[in-house]
């Protein structure tokens, strides 16, 4: 009688946000049959511990995917503020090409409408939502998406635009 072999699972998926600049986070997820793991950490102080983050995900996993927020320089920044801007965002994109790890970019306002969060309160060309308002209700919805993980505003961001990334590639969205 032939010997039977238990079949190969298909390696889990694991789905990568990313939240540029220095007061940003990176985040991922993976579903597993019986619990999903979730994990979230600040934008890491160097390019070799951005680097050496995708480097040990890409080398414990196969199956990755990423969405990075596509962001741009604001005109009220200060030059140096915009030329560094740029440098991490092009930093952070090497990495991922570095590691291997396929990566879409997505616009703010695409993934939180997606998610259900509405745009920052204006009026008549004035916010009168506070930037630090809006912030808290980003961290809000992904306390509220991840009860289990501990939320700060520097991870609030990656880890809805994981959650994003994980319901456009399960044709959620």
């Given amino acids: ?66 969405m990075i927020e596509s962001v741009h320089a604001m005109p009220q920044n200060a030059v140096r503020a915009a030329f560094r801007f740029g440098w991490g965002y092009g930093g952070l994109r090497m990495a991922l090409i570095a590691a291997r790890i396929p990566f879409q970019e997505v616009r703010p ?21 506070s930037k630090t308002q809006f912030k808290n209700r980003l961290k809000s919805k992904a306390q509220q998406l991840f009860p289990s993980v501990d939320v700060t505003l520097k991870t609030a961001d990656a880890l809805l635009i994981t959650e994003y990334c994980y319901r456009k590639h399960n044709g959620q969205l």
């Fill in 1 to 66: 009688m032939p010997k039977l072999r238990p079949r190969k699972r298909a390696p889990s998926i694991v789905y990568v946000g990313v939240d540029p600049g220095i007061s940003g986070g990176l985040a991922w997820l993976t579903e597993l049959p019986a619990t999903r793991i979730v994990e979230a950490t600040p934008m890491p102080a160097t390019e070799r511990d951005i680097c050496d983050w995708f480097a040990a995900l890409s080398s414990k996993h196969t199956a990755i995917v990423a």
């Fill in 109 to 129: 306002q695409d993934w939180q409408k997606a998610m259900g969060i509405p745009p920052r309160k204006k009026r008549k060309k004035e916010f009168v939502e």
